[in-house]
């Protein structure tokens, strides 16, 4: 069983940056495609940035490209995303995703993931 927990939310004034964390534990060791999700009250759950098993490969939405950046440290089995530039249209619970499947490609949609963390809010003020 694959357990994901983020850290990093808060409240940032907009024009200002956060870091998420997402701290990935498993009783058997091995690498995941991963991604970030967040959903804003009343709306589905969107798409943010993804990355592969290896980190070559990244993915993000048009509405965060350039501001948002997503990374790993697969010795340390953490996912980060650096937020930068954050807009009020940003504040959302953000979840930690990964993927099951034994691909070293990125994944968008939210049923290529198998594993969800708690999420952390991000609250950006106008």
């Known amino acids: 069983q694959v357990q994901l927990v983020e850290s990093g939310g808060g409240l940032v004034q907009a024009g200002g940056s956060l870091r998420l964390s997402c701290a990935r534990s498993?009783?058997?060791?091995?690498?995941?495609?991963m991604g970030w999700f967040r959903q804003a009250p009343g709306k589905e759950r969107e798409f943010v940035a993804a990355?592969?098993?290896?980190?070559?490969?990244?993915s993000y939405a048009d509405s965060v490209k350039g501001r948002f950046t997503i990374s790993r440290d697969n010795a340390k089995n953490m996912v980060y995303l650096q937020m930068n530039s954050l807009k009020p249209w940003d504040t959302a619970v953000y979840y930690c995703?990964?993927?099951?499947?034994?691909?070293?490609?990125?994944?968008?949609?939210?049923?290529?993931?198998?594993?969800w963390g708690q999420g952390t809010q991000v609250t950006v003020s106008s």
């Open positions: 990355i592969s098993i290896g980190g070559i490969s990244t």
């Open positions: 498993e009783r058997i060791l091995r690498t995941y495609p």
């Open positions: 995703a990964a993927s099951a499947r034994i691909a070293d490609m990125v994944f968008t949609t939210t049923s290529a993931y198998d594993y």
